[in-house]
């Protein structure tokens, strides 16, 4: 059975780190470019990281020099390492993941989207 799970998330004070991780299972992760999203409430899906089957990295400007994509593909998993976490960071994050060797960031996402493989999410929340 293909599966995501994202782990890691959690309430933790403004200016605190967390550290998630997006582990796959019945598959092998090391094929497939993966991605962080996220949804706060009442607003839209927004995508936060991605990084492709080689390693090419992308990050979302609210997030840019705080978050840190990196993936173990020994582990299967991909992690996002979030510091200096904000109180608009809070949401619901979630990880895709896609089989492909396109390297072009905008054509990945969209690839998820369409027919990704989804985790069910972790909650993060930032506050004092």
């Known amino acids: 059975q293909v599966r995501l799970v994202e782990s890691g998330g959690g309430l933790v004070q403004p200016g605190g780190s967390l550290r998630l991780s997006c582990a796959a299972s019945g598959f092998t992760l090391a094929k497939d470019a993966v991605g962080w999203f996220r949804q706060a409430p009442g607003k839209e899906r927004e995508k936060v990281s991605c990084?492709?089957?080689?390693?090419?990295?992308y990050y979302a400007d609210s997030v840019k020099g705080r978050f840190t994509i990196s993936r173990d593909n020994a582990k299967n998993t991909v992690y996002l390492q979030m510091n200096s976490l904000k109180p608009e960071d809070t949401a619901i994050y979630s990880c895709?993941?896609?089989?492909?060797?396109?390297?072009?960031?905008?054509?990945?996402?969209?690839?998820?989207?369409?027919?990704?493989?989804w985790g069910q999410g972790t909650q993060v929340t930032v506050s004092s």
């Open positions: 895709a993941a896609v089989d492909t060797d396109v390297q072009a960031i905008s054509r990945i996402l969209k690839m998820m989207v369409d027919f990704g493989s």
């Open positions: 990084i492709t089957r080689d390693g090419i990295t």
